[in-house]
């Protein structure tokens, strides 16, 4: 019977930060480990398909980055935007410009609504760290 080691959410993002740079440069299913930790963490944040995307894209696999950021990324409460620009550049990679072009125009009609909002939703403001608390 092994015993359970916990590892503290900050450390759980830091490793995510290293994977992440580790993914884009092609370092390969060695990160992987890091992306399961940071997605039973953080269940709630697009992270995780953010770094097994950009894993599959530095491997050239445009069509499972693609399924895994619309399944597990854009779908999530915090950092589906991101996830959305990552899905843009997938559908670029893998030739898709209908597909690029609508999810431009989505992200371009966000950022337009975001720009409207009131100065304390914007990052460093309270309401925002209460909105993006537990990430």
Sequence with gaps: MSKKTLVEPKTVKLLYEIGL?????????TTRPIFDAFAQCFP???????????LSLS????????????????TKQVCAQEAKGLLLVAYNMAGRQAE?????????QT??????????????????????AGI
């Design 21 to 29: 740079s580790a993914a884009s440069r092609g370092f390969g299913e």
């Design 44 to 54: 709630q944040h697009a992270g995780a398909a953010i770094g097994y995307a950009m």
């Design 59 to 74: 491997q050239g696999d445009t069509d499972y980055a693609i399924e895994i950021l619309k399944r597990d990324g854009i």
């Design 100 to 108: 690029a072009q609508a999810l431009q125009a989505e992200l371009m």
């Design 111 to 132: 950022q337009n609504q975001q720009t409207q909002q009131p100065p304390e939703a914007y990052p460093g403001s309270d309401l925002y760290h209460s909105q993006n």
